[in-house]
């Protein structure tokens, strides 16, 4: 049963333009997560937010930045997509620090 | 801060064999330790966890023991199934910390 939707599945793009991915959690939770999935599985964390407040910022590039209009959403936006930055987006929901429920991904391809 | 080390994949097995992936940890506090599995086309879900030290998890046939002393977490199935091909992530989670995961490893299972 999917709890975390995130649109679009895909999206293709050139370097320089703006992206931006959303994510809903219809579970009540209260912690929302974005990692990023590189081609060899690798799971990074990027961001989360508890509470419209942004708990964790790993340091990533300034053209990253989550966008969250309440505790059930939480979006990502990158200003001018450079090609490393083709991966999956995952996005995670979670009450405290207890199991993450994760959506199905965005797969971002920078040509 | 907190690490994660896990089997390097792939690992390709055939259907009836044990299967064991091993995955160790660092941390300085008291964390909670999780298996996670990616199936194509999917987030990663809950395979089990254990928060307290000396016990085990368990699920669909596979197992951990979440070994203090040793700070290990090693996932075993005494015989895989070709639907157990998938990518495993051991991860902890700390208070206050966004979880985190090991590099991932990849089973496939030929039958």
């Known amino acids: 049963e999917t709890a975390v939707f995130q649109t679009p599945n895909y999206h293709v793009t050139q370097v320089g333009n703006e992206v931006s991915f959303n994510c809903k959690q219809t579970?009540?939770?209260?912690?929302m997560y974005w990692y990023k999935q590189d081609s060899k599985k690798l799971l990074k964390i990027m961001f989360s937010?508890?509470?419209?407040?942004?708990?964790v910022n790993e340091t990533v590039p300034r053209r990253f930045s989550p966008q969250s209009s309440d505790k059930a959403h939480l979006n990502l936006r990158i200003k001018s997509v450079e090609p490393e930055d083709s991966a999956v987006y995952l996005c995670?929901?979670?009450?405290?620090?207890?199991?993450?429920?994760f959506g199905a991904g965005t797969r971002l391809s920078v040509l | 801060g907190d690490s994660v080390t896990q089997t390097e994949g792939p690992v390709t097995l055939s259907e009836g064999t044990s299967l064991t992936v091993n995955c160790s940890y660092e941390?300085?506090?008291?964390?909670?330790l999780f298996w996670y599995v990616q199936y194509p086309g999917e987030g990663p879900q809950l395979l089990f966890k254990?928060?307290?030290?000396?016990e085990k998890g368990s699920n669909r046939g596979f197992e951990a023991t979440y070994n203090k002393e040793a700070t290990s977490f090693h996932l075993q199935k005494a015989s895989v199934q070709e639907s157990d091909s998938a990518v495993y992530y051991c991860?902890?989670?700390?208070?206050?910390?966004?979880?985190?995961f090991g590099a991932g490893t990849k089973l496939s299972v030929k039958p």
């Open positions: 995670a929901s979670s009450h405290g620090q207890d199991t993450l429920y």
């Open positions: 579970l009540g939770h209260d912690t």
């Open positions: 937010y508890n509470n419209k407040q942004l708990i």
């Open positions: 941390t300085k506090q008291y964390p909670t």
């Open positions: 254990v928060p307290k030290a000396n």
């Open positions: 991860a902890l989670s700390n208070n206050n910390n966004a979880p985190r």
